[in-house]
């Protein structure tokens, strides 16, 4: 049976499943560029994905070489000029059509997103959610934007306007822990700001990135199988022209440096790792008209006060600390807690954690061996500096039948810890005291990073006083993980560079310029 009708009939896990068992070697993925699939033969070329609940091979991603980079450049560049003149109207109905497709397939997506990244199913439906509603904000946002006009009286009586028009083609470079929601993320403003593009997903989590492609093959192909006569079908109807986005696939250090360092490719939008980030910055320091948004990695601090009701603080931290198996740079890893509460907390905390959060049924395991091998020498480091497991305990050296790691609370831990200061991006969780509100917000600062951070207290006062005071790009106060999409959304000190949702977005993806007119 041919791969992508295969994969369309399987929105539910039990068919995945079986469907997994079935094969008698792994799905190869294929390049999309130019409406076209593009095959690979040699396997040197190829990079094994593996299934983090089972740790068996799911999939051989392609290692795309300079020329498949160069390929995708130049369909993206071809198509730019006319795409970029295309109406807001009819930008925003190419996305409100995708935004449909992906309603009414969102279950499909859901389970090769909780297959390939290892994520609950539940968890997996939040973000397929909100992949779609990125391109519903985009195909409106673009029909209401706003700019300014100015007048200037003398002599000279001029009026003068701002005017704003897309940059060019951009790299789209999204990670492994959201797939789908990150991708679309950068694609949806993207194409509605006038750009095009060359997606490069995560080499680790590349399956939903490649379900994307045959949903629209199936959805507009009366169930046709000739893939390059179907796709431009596909793309006829959702008036896309071909090479407005190509996905291609590969490794950071050879397919993502060609493909940022192209001199064609006048805009980079990267969500991943800082050392990565830095990378970015290194391959694109002479190019310096080049656009770059970074969203890097996160130490998020969570600060709770003595006036909470423990009863609704304590789900909250396990949720920020536990979600998608602490493998979201928005997590709060940290914890910070009043001395006045903190036994009482602890306490509370891994008894909730140890009813809550069990593997294999509210918790997943980790994406990979590789990252599985990083937290445990995390742990294992704990162990060694004497810090107390509340729950959870160091893994064995080798990841037996999937890549699981029991949720696990740590406390006792020295403040100039590694385990303390690096973004281990695992179901770890250190919990410390403060005495008072100085101390708090000095705890909650003293970290590389500043992403994201959380505040639990009841004194509108203290939400100003100190929410205004920590170092991160988004706060959230007794709440997490909520987000208007129009809000600015980065991270300060070696969190990034560059903001990105709404007006933001418009910001990365176009080209402002005056024009003053007598």
Not at 32 to 45: G, T
Not at 90 to 97: A, G, I, Q, Y
Not at 377 to 400: H, I, M, R
Not at 444 to 449: E, V, W
Request: proline share 4%; with cysteine.
């Amino acid at each position: 049976m041919n791969l992508i009708s295969s994969l369309w009939e399987l929105d539910t896990t039990e068919r995945a499943d079986a469907y997994l068992t079935s094969l008698a070697r792994p799905i190869r993925l294929q390049n999309y560029i130019e409406n076209n699939y593009s095959d690979h033969s040699e396997p040197s070329h190829w990079i094994d994905s593996f299934n983090p609940r089972t740790g068996e091979l799911l999939a051989q991603v392609p290692r795309s070489a300079l020329s498949d980079v160069d390929h995708a450049v130049d369909a993206a560049s071809r198509a730019f000029p006319t795409w970029s003149r295309t109406s807001r109207q009819e930008r925003s109905e190419v996305l409100l059509r995708i935004a449909g497709i992906l309603s009414e397939k969102k279950e499909l997506f859901a389970v090769w997103e909780s297959i390939d990244q290892g994520k609950t199913i539940s968890r997996a439906r939040v973000e397929v959610d909100r992949a779609i509603s990125n391109f519903r904000y985009f195909a409106t946002y673009i029909l209401h934007e706003e700019g300014a006009v100015r007048y200037v009286d003398g002599p000279v009586s001029t009026m003068t306007y701002e005017h704003r028009s897309p940059v060019g083609v951009f790299a789209l470079i999204s990670p492994w822990n959201m797939p789908l929601y990150l991708l679309t993320w950068k694609i949806a403003p993207c194409i509605a700001f006038g750009c095009t593009g060359v997606a490069k997903p995560s080499e680790v989590t590349s399956m939903t990135a490649f379900c994307e492609l045959f949903l629209f093959v199936q959805q507009y192909s009366d169930r046709r199988l000739i893939r390059k006569q179907v796709l431009g079908e596909v793309f006829r109807q959702a008036k896309l022209p071909p090479g407005v986005m190509n996905i291609i696939f590969g490794d950071g250090p050879g397919t993502g440096s060609a493909l940022v360092k192209s001199p064609r490719v006048r805009g980079v939008s990267f969500t991943g790792g800082t050392a990565t980030g830095i990378r970015i910055r290194q391959d694109t320091v002479a190019d310096i008209g080049k656009h770059l948004s970074l969203e890097l990695g996160g130490k998020n601090p969570t600060l709770i006060f003595d006036d909470v009701d423990l009863a609704e603080a304590v789900p909250l931290a396990a949720q920020a600390a536990f979600e998608n198996s602490g493998q979201i740079c928005l997590c709060g890893s940290r914890i910070y807690v009043h001395r006045a509460i903190y036994e009482n907390f602890l306490s509370k905390l891994a008894d909730y954690v140890q009813k809550n959060y069990r593997c294999g049924e509210t918790i997943g395991p980790v994406v990979s061996r590789e990252h599985y091998t990083k937290i445990s020498s995390y742990l294992k480091l704990a162990k060694e500096e004497g810090a107390e497991f509340l729950t959870g305990e160091v893994p064995s050296v080798v990841a037996q039948q999937g890549f699981w790691i029991t949720p696990t609370v740590l406390s006792n831990v020295r403040t100039d810890s590694r385990i303390m200061r690096e973004e281990i991006f695992g179901p770890v969780v250190t919990v410390s005291p403060f005495d008072t509100e100085e101390e708090a917000i000095e705890l909650a600062n003293d970290n590389p990073n500043g992403l994201a951070s959380i505040l639990m207290t009841k004194d509108l006062s203290r939400m100003r006083r100190v929410g205004e005071r920590i170092d991160a790009g988004l706060v959230w106060v007794n709440c997490w993980l909520v987000r208007e999409l129009g809000t600015a959304f980065g991270g300060m000190k070696a969190s990034g560079i560059g903001r990105e949702g709404g007006s933001q977005s418009r910001d990365v993806f176009t080209n402002l310029r005056t024009l003053h007119v007598r």
